[in-house]
């Protein structure tokens, strides 16, 4: 059974910066994918970064230069290194793997609120 345990978010000044981490476990087989979402109070859910299996990353605009999605495979852990944050950051952030690209995995969700 896959799970994924989100933490390291909080509350940060604009222009500071956090690191989020997304310990997962029961992925015996490898993941397709795995990524970061968010959301918003009143807002859709919505993708922030994902790495693929063979290390390709991908980042939304609106985190670009800022934000940077990496993984470390011996402590199947995922990571978001988020830098120069603004209040528009501030979310509920998700955690997310696909696993045989059919099974989709979400975990808990982490705050980050970055006050102005």
């Known amino acids: 059974q896959v799970q994924l345990v989100e933490s390291g978010g909080g509350l940060v000044q604009a222009g500071g910066s956090l690191r989020l981490s997304c310990a997962a476990s029961g992925m015996t087989g490898g993941f397709n994918v795995m990524g970061w979402y968010r959301q918003a109070p009143g807002k859709s859910r919505e993708s922030v970064a994902y790495i693929t299996s063979g290390g390709s990353t991908n980042y939304a605009d609106f985190v670009k230069g800022r934000f940077t999605i990496s993984r470390d495979n011996a402590k199947n852990t995922l990571y978001l290194q988020m830098n120069s944050l603004k209040p528009e950051d501030t979310a509920a952030y998700y955690c997310?793997?696909?696993?045989?690209?059919?099974?989709?995995?979400w975990g808990q969700g982490t705050q980050v609120t970055v006050s102005s």
């Open positions: 997310n793997a696909v696993v045989r690209w059919t099974m989709n995995y």
